[in-house]
């Protein structure tokens, strides 16, 4: 296409406002597909970060730490107290005994500004209490649930036992962090904003990927079955028939059914699905150029069959195949969501749209909408906004519906 060519082009294309800003969401998914990993504020498919305390979190929540717990066998013998830890463990928390009064012990949990969720003492001598405490119904347990000054008081009526030991387990609270949910979380835990930039980079990718492959084998095929006619032509065209008169999403369901799931056999799927409109439109077309006089000078210089096709008939037929290529990936990226929301697509450790909806959509009548919602918008605007710059090109190739 000429500089002046591509000018009138572009002009006609802007005459459209659907059609700009289409194209303007469409590049934009794009750009997320491909910079995911650098705007996502956390990695999805990294399970290590993954905490359940962080699951089903509403809109603008904060990640919390989880508390901290330590365990330690205390033995008191003839009025000094020894602390033995029951296993060791990355904490800062630590004991410390010390006498309050007659009959009475105290525990403390250092540093004394920890804030304590509960501060638990077991197999206790009998006589001695907690005080504040609350007992377990059958076993010596005592717990006292968020202590004052991280310590607690072990009584006696009696003079205390000259020897004894007994289990403390102290565990602080959780601490919050200055890193928001902004989109909230699912039920794995996951951060959804990260999830959803991540299920667009596949959902892109697989449209993409898709839809090109079945392009080029379905294009291929068409011209094929253009230039050979005869035998060729009916036994690819009834192909295409026999493709075209099965539902898309069933052909899928039963290949994925076979094949099991995964990115690759996803874009397997929808090729299988696909190739058959771009071999119809191939060859319709194909047909209306191989009559015309360029094509006819062609063959007097005895020129190759494959340059004809690829050299001369090709480039007048890839306006229209073109246009059914961006019609195509909404196609794929609709294709691929609805297997994955149907369990066969994507497996759980890379989530993508439809998975994500699939995800939520157990907890959305439990006013956790923000699972299923938030991605359903994102997949819903992307298709749309592709659906319309499909249809501003192909109205622009034709220009009886170019007005």
Known sequence: MSTAGLKDFTGRFAESRSAVVSLAVSITFVACAIFAPLLAPTDPYDLTQLQLSDALKPTGSKRMLPGEEIRANMRVDGGSASVEPVSPAKTRLAFLTEPCAPNCLSVIVQPEDVRLASLQIRNLPAGVTVEGAKKHPIQPWWTVDTPQGSKVRLISSAPLPASFT??????????????????????????????????????????????????????????????????????????????????????????????GNGVSKVVLAIVIVQWSYYARTARSFALSELGKEYVEAAQCLRLSPARIMLRHVLPNCMPQIIVLFTLNIAAAISLESSLSFLGVGLPLTRPSLGMLIASGYEFIFSHKYWISIYPGVVLLVMIVAMNLLGDRLRDLNNPRLDR
């Open 166 to 259: 007994f289990l403390a387990i102290a565990k602080s609270m959780e601490q919050e962090t200055d890193f928001i949910f902004r989109l909230g979380t699912d039920g794995f835990g996951r951060d959804m904003l990260s999830a959803i930039l991540y299920g667009i980079r596949i959902s892109v990718f697989v449209g993409l990927v898709a839809a090109g492959v079945a392009m080029v084998f379905g294009t291929g095929l068409g011209l094929l079955s253009a230039w050979r006619g005869g035998v060729t032509d009916a036994i690819v065209m009834r192909a295409v028939d026999f493709m075209l008169g099965l539902p898309a999403l069933l052909v899928g369901l039963a290949i994925l059914a076979v094949l």
